[in-house]
Each structure stands twice: as C-alpha cells, then as structure tokens.
Nanobody
Framework: QVQLVESGGGLVQPGGSLRLSCATS????????MSWYRQAPGKERELVAT????????NYADSVKGRFTISRDNAKNTLYLQMNSLEPEDTAVYYC??????WGQGTQVTVSS
C-alpha cells in the first residue's frame, strides 16, 4: 500500500535551516507530481510547494518563494523540502502528499528563539 513517511523536522532558531524528507513506497514515485503542505495551529492546511514528475517544474506558495526549495530523487523514491531563512510563521506540521489524497503522518517544524 502507499506509504509516505516524513522526517527532518525539529526546533530551529529564526534564520536557520532544515531539510525535510519524505520516503515513499507502494507506488511508482517517478510517475506522480508530489507536494508539500503545512498546517499551523488553528489554521487550515495550506499548499507549500509542488514538483512535477521529473522535477523540471516547481511551484511555491508566495510566502516561501526564495526561501524553500522542493526537490526529488526518483532513484530513492524520496521527496525533499529544503527550508532556509526560517521564520516563526513557518512553524507548522509539514506533510507530503501524493495526488489521490494520500498523506504522510507529518513532521513538526518549530521556529523559535
């Protein structure tokens, strides 16, 4: 069955960096567009970034443009999110998503001094 397992979250100071990973299995990873979402306390889940099957097309929410980079390694069936210049407003649970409403369990990112 489809499995999406996020990792790499944690506590980081403002201005710091984190790299999230999403290890996948149970489907042909290279055949699907993949996305990162996040949900902050008391807020709706929002789309952060999307990457095409080959990685040639990437789209970002305005709030993260220039700071976050989505990437993928189709040989490793893994999705990544490099997050730089983190701000307290980036604090949220981050989820990877496969179209068809498949979600990982999420990884907590907390940006605080």
């Amino acid at each position: 069955q489809v499995q999406l397992v996020e990792s790499g979250g944690g506590l980081v100071q403002p201005g710091g960096s984190l790299r999230l990973s999403c290890a996948t299995s149970g489907f042909t990873f290279s055949s699907y567009t993949m996305s990162w979402y996040r949900q902050a306390p008391g807020k709706e889940r929002e789309l952060v970034a999307t990457i095409s099957r080959t990685g040639s097309i990437k789209n970002y929410a305005d709030s993260v443009k220039g700071r976050f980079t989505i990437s993928r390694d189709n040989a490793k069936n893994t999705l990544y999110l490099q997050m730089n210049s983190l701000e307290p407003e980036d604090t949220a649970v981050y989820y990877c998503r496969l179209s068809g409403n498949y979600w990982g369990q999420g990884t907590q990112v907390t940006v605080s001094s």
